[in-house]
């Protein structure tokens, strides 16, 4: 019996010797999900040292959305995931299509908050988009956005590395939850500093034949994934909306050298110049296929995505039809990634899925074009990502460097703000918040309100609780009526619904017509104080635009007892 005892305790010594270094460790680098938001006690966003678990090199960064800890009823909360495109890259998240999504949710109910949790990030493959499904459960949305699928071959863990197993990785994923597991990691592989481009560190120049054992295992670890995700969100009750995939076609020759893809990529030309646009998209989507770069999702992860919506009772968001025969580089910034007017698009496909009415998504309410940095510190992305590989074969690293440095130093002199900005804050020599701060300050100076407007916009993404901020752009948006000044009202009253900025954001509403939300947001402020006079005028003039005159002078009488009373 001694003997019997003394194995088990040989046995279980270690295993609580271990399982006590591991809490003890814990307690000082314990890596959360969630991390508060400093000085906004009731408030969290998502740890930007997370992924870091998941990569060597580079740490893709989520995007800034500080959300409540204790979720209220009338909150709607939308989560996305994906990779880069989700991450709403080349721009900050502010331009990608998930806070497109909540931009116009906002638009067409602007009495309902809306939270958006975007946790898109560069080269996440599905195997780590799955890893974050019991994170996105505990955090209780009302709705989970998800684009994801061209990363399955060369992003984290894609079936283009060296570990091409579910089960290893899997199996590797639950070992990475023990904080002495991933400091044994990089001790025993130390993360490699590069100065290369994301998507060439995440890759080597490897091809991947269609139809071969690399391109199989890439499709079947994304089936195996995205179901067992759709199953979770099914079973937790959970509306998802899955978006299909979309890519530059017409615009992106083969990234690799391949026969049947090179022909074919001739052959769209020819039938693109003749006007042929049906023929050349199916040759376009034949030259993508045959790629062996596949750095754009092959045409199964759709097939993939349309059977599991069907099976799992997801909502299936087609996007190929915003990006068809007709698309050029206004949509694309490169193989993969939107212009803001793509996200745009994407987002607006998402938004009537998800509203009851679609007939409330109009285009006087359309989105305002990107800020001027926004834009120029995505060319600069762009411009880097060009340099590297796949799109520049030969390059070392010092001559990619070199290159781009002429780029950084043509923008810097180039005499105009936003572009000078822009190349500061992509070369690391400043903040982006702090560079959009002195962007809107130079265009205040110089009296250009609308850039000064569509800096603060962004501004108030990367600073969702400055109230000094707040005011001024509050002020500066109280004299405009573009699609510019209601979205960014829009902001403020989803951080900040105190009645003087209702108020301004019915009155701009009035203003634009959009009579629907006005009197919306008009009928809420009277619930809750029917003695605004402010309101009170307003609700006169909106009375008045709808036809009503009687009632509109019944209010303008209220108002003018109100003023009387209390001058």
């Known amino acids: 019996m001694r003997t019997v005892l003394f194995k088990i305790a040989a046995i279980a010594l270690p295993l609580v010797l271990l399982a006590a270094t591991e809490g ?42 500080p959300f409540l ?4 009823d009338e909150v709607f909360r939308i989560i996305a995931l994906g990779g880069s495109s989700t991450a709403g890259y080349p721009y900050s998240f502010n331009s990608g299509f998930p806070e497109r999504v909540a931009a116009g949710l906002r638009a067409i109910y602007p009495t309902r908050q809306v939270e958006v949790i975007n946790l898109g990030m560069t080269a996440l493959s599905s195997h780590v988009v799955r890893n974050f499904v019991p994170h996105v459960l505990r955090i209780q949305p009302d709705a989970v956005l998800i ?17 091409r197993s579910r089960v290893l990785t899997r199996t590797l994923f639950w070992f990475k939850r023990s904080v002495l597991f991933r400091k044994l990691e990089r001790l025993i592989a130390p993360p490699v500093q590069s100065n290369r481009t994301m998507m060439a560190q995440s890759t080597t120049d490897v091809t991947i034949a ?52 090179n022909v074919a990529w001739v052959s769209g030309q020819e039938h693109w110049t003749s006007g042929d646009t049906a023929a050349a998209l199916a040759s376009f989507v034949l030259a993508k296929e045959h790629d062996p770069i596949r750095f754009r999702a092959p045409e199964a992860m759709n097939q993939i995505l349309i059977r599991l919506s069907e099976r799992h009772a997801a909502v299936l968001v087609d996007l190929e039809p915003q990006f068809g025969p007709d698309v050029r580089d206004s949509l694309f910034t490169d193989h993969i990634h939107p212009t803001a007017l ?10 009537s899925a998800l509203v009851e009415d679609s007939s409330h998504i109009s285009p006087d309410l359309g989105a305002p074009e990107a800020a001027p940095l926004d834009t120029g ?38 005499g105009r703000s936003a572009d000078s900005l822009a190349a500061l804050a992509v070369a690391g020599q400043l903040p982006i918040y702090e560079a959009l701060l002195k962007a809107k300050d130079h265009d205040l100076a110089a009296r250009d309100t609308v850039q000064a407007l569509a800096h603060m916009r962004s501004l108030l993404y990367w600073q969702p609780f400055n109230e000094r901020l707040h005011m001024e752009a509050a002020e500066l948006a109280s004299y405009q009526s573009s ?20 108020n301004t954001l019915a009155a701009l509403r009035i203003r634009q017509g959009a009579l629907e939300r006005a009197g919306s947001l008009l009928r809420s402020i009277e619930t809750d104080n029917p003695e605004s006079a402010v309101m009170l005028f ?30």
């Open 483 to 502: 699609n510019l000044a209601g979205e960014v009202m829009q902001l403020i009253v989803a951080r900040d619904p105190s009645e003087s900025y209702l």
């Open 377 to 414: 510190h995505a060319r600069l992305l762009i411009a880097r990502l060009r340099l590297g590989f796949p799109f520049t074969i030969g390059l070392s690293e010092a001559e990619e460097l070199s290159r781009f440095g002429k780029i950084l130093r043509v923008h810097r002199e180039s």
């Open 24 to 65: 003890i460790v814990r307690i000082f680098e314990h890596e959360p999900f969630l991390i508060p938001v400093p000085g906004e006690p009731e408030y969290q966003t998502v740890n930007p040292a997370y992924a870091g678990r998941y990569f060597r090199g580079f740490i893709p960064q989520p995007a800034y959305n």
């Open 210 to 261: 269609f139809g071969g054992p690399v391109y199989q295992a890439g499709v079947e670890n994304f089936e195996t994934n995205m179901s067992a995700i759709l199953e979770r969100f099914e079973k937790a009750g959970i509306p998802t909306y899955v978006g299909t995939l979309v890519s530059n076609l017409q615009s992106q020759p083969p990234l690799g050298v391949d026969s049947v893809a």
């Open 69 to 72: 800890r204790q979720k209220p």
């Open 538 to 567: 307003n609700m006169a003039r909106y009375l008045v635009q709808v036809g009503d005159t009687l009632n509109a002078e019944a209010y303008f009488r209220r108002y003018q007892q109100v003023v009387r009373r209390d001058p």
């Open 342 to 351: 793509g996200y745009d698009r994407m987002a607006r496909v998402f938004v």
């Open 147 to 163: 684009y994801a699928g061209h990363n399955e071959y060369y992003g984290a863990y894609g079936a283009g590395g060296m570990n």
